[in-house]
Nanobody, 117 residues
């Protein structure tokens, strides 16, 4: 079963940038669709960005044009480049690895992103 570990969170000022990383182990990375979700206090977890096996991407409307998801299959890693950060981007960001065959739905522990002056 694949395991994923996030890193790269922290405190950043509004308008700043961060890059999150998610390292996967224990499975064939190229077989998984990878995604970033986030959960702010008092809110439901929401999809931020997703990248498929063929590197097709999709984004939440709230982050389009500011965030970029990418994957490096050689390094078993997916990234989330976050630019022009806003206070409303403050949340715990989670990495997810998913596949249908075999069924996989693996989550990391999350990394905190705080956007504040």
């Amino acid at each position: 079963q694949v395991q994923v570990v996030e890193s790269g969170g922290g405190l950043v000022q509004p308008g700043g940038s961060l890059r999150l990383s998610c390292a996967a182990s224990g499975g064939r990375f190229s077989n998984y669709a990878m995604a970033w979700y986030r959960q702010a206090p008092g809110k439901q977890r929401e999809l931020v960005a997703r990248i498929g096996r063929g590197s097709t991407t999709n984004y939440a409307d709230s982050v389009k044009g500011r965030f970029t998801i990418s994957r490096d299959n050689a390094k078993n890693t997916v990234y989330l480049q976050m630019n022009s950060l806003k206070s409303e981007d403050t949340a715990v960001y989670y990495c997810n690895a998913a596949s249908l065959v075999p069924f996989t739905d693996s989550w990391g522990q999350g990394t905190q992103v705080t956007v504040s002056s």
